[in-house]
C-alpha cells in the first residue's frame, strides 16, 4: 500500500517550543503534501514537496524529504495554540493505482498555553 | 474564489433509512470531485472520485453509491445505511495536485 504512516501518534508539547512530526511511506512517490484538520472541520492544505526536492519552508513550517529513507518530516517553530490540531500526511505515487492522493491517520497535536 | 460547500453538517438517522448527501464547488468548472470517510481516530479512505458529469469511479465496495449530476454538484446516496455507515465525510475537489476540502457532515447512525 502507498499508505503514509505519521509518527507519533499524538504529540503533546508547551506553547513556544517545536513540534516535529513524522512521515514514513513505502513505494516511490511524485510528491508528498501535509494537511491539517481542526476538530470537527475539513482539512486545508499546508504545503506539497516534490520527490526531487529535499526541503521547503512556508511561514513557520518546514517539511523535509528524504526520498532514500521513504520519509519526511514536519516542523513547526514557535508553536503556538492555536497550531492544536491533527496533522495528515499524504502520498501521491508515480504509476497507476498509487497516483491518487493516499492519507495517513494522523497526528493530534496539542499546543498547552 | 473557489468554495466548496457540504451539508448538512450534521445527520442523524437511523439504520435502513435512505442517505443523500450534497456537495457543491463554486469558482471552477470541470473538477475533480471526491468523497472520503473518516472513522473516529483513523486516516481518510478515498470512497469515489469524478472526472466529469456523470462519470464515477468507486474504490471500495460498499453501501454507498455516488451521482455527479451537474459538474459542480457530487451526491453521496445510500438506499438502506447501516451502523458501519457512521463517520465524518468530506468532499474535496483537487487543485492541480493538491486537494481542496469542504468542511464535512457528520454522520451517526443509530
Known amino acids: 500500500s502507498q499508505q503514509g504512516e505519521e509518527d507519533p501518534q499524538a504529540l503533546s508539547i508547551q506553547e513556544g517550543e517545536n513540534a516535529t512530526m513524522n512521515c514514513s511511506y513505502k513505494?516511490?512517490?511524485?510528491?508528498l503534501q501535509w494537511y491539517r484538520q481542526n476538530s470537527g472541520r475539513g482539512l486545508v492544505h499546508l504545503i506539497l514537496?516534490?520527490?526531487?526536492?529535499r526541503e521547503k519552508h512556508s511561514g513557520r513550517l518546514r517539511v523535509t524529504l528524504d526520498t532514500s529513507k521513504k520519509s519526511s518530516s514536519l516542523l513547526i517553530t514557535a508553536s503556538r495554540a492555536a497550531d492544536t490540531a491533527s496533522y495528515f500526511c499524504?502520498?501521491?505515487?508515480?504509476?497507476?493505482?498509487?497516483?491518487?492522493?493516499?492519507f495517513g491517520k494522523g497526528i493530534t497535536l496539542s499546543v498547552r498555553p | 474564489s473557489q468554495t466548496i460547500h457540504q451539508w448538512p453538517a450534521t445527520l442523524v438517522q437511523p439504520v435502513g433509512s435512505p442517505l443523500s448527501l450534497e456537495c457543491t464547488v463554486e469558482?471552477?468548472?470541470?473538477?475533480?470531485l471526491y468523497w472520503y470517510r473518516q472513522a473516529a481516530g483513523r486516516g481518510l479512505q478515498l470512497l469515489f472520485y469524478?472526472?466529469?458529469?456523470?462519470?464515477i469511479s468507486s474504490e471500495v465496495p460498499q453501501n454507498l453509491s455516488a451521482s455527479r449530476p451537474q459538474d459542480r454538484q457530487f451526491i453521496l446516496s445510500s438506499k438502506k445505511l447501516l451502523l458501519s455507515d457512521s463517520g465524518f465525510y468530506l468532499c474535496?475537489?483537487?487543485?492541480?495536485?493538491?486537494?481542496?476540502f469542504g468542511p464535512g457532515t457528520r454522520l451517526l447512525v443509530l
Open positions: 514537496i516534490r520527490s526531487n526536492e
Open positions: 499524504a502520498t501521491v505515487g508515480k504509476t497507476g493505482a498509487n497516483s491518487k492522493l493516499t
Open positions: 474535496a475537489w483537487s487543485v492541480f495536485t493538491s486537494m481542496c
Open positions: 513505494t516511490s512517490i511524485n510528491n
Open positions: 469558482g471552477t468548472s470541470n473538477p475533480n
Open positions: 469524478s472526472v466529469g458529469i456523470g462519470q
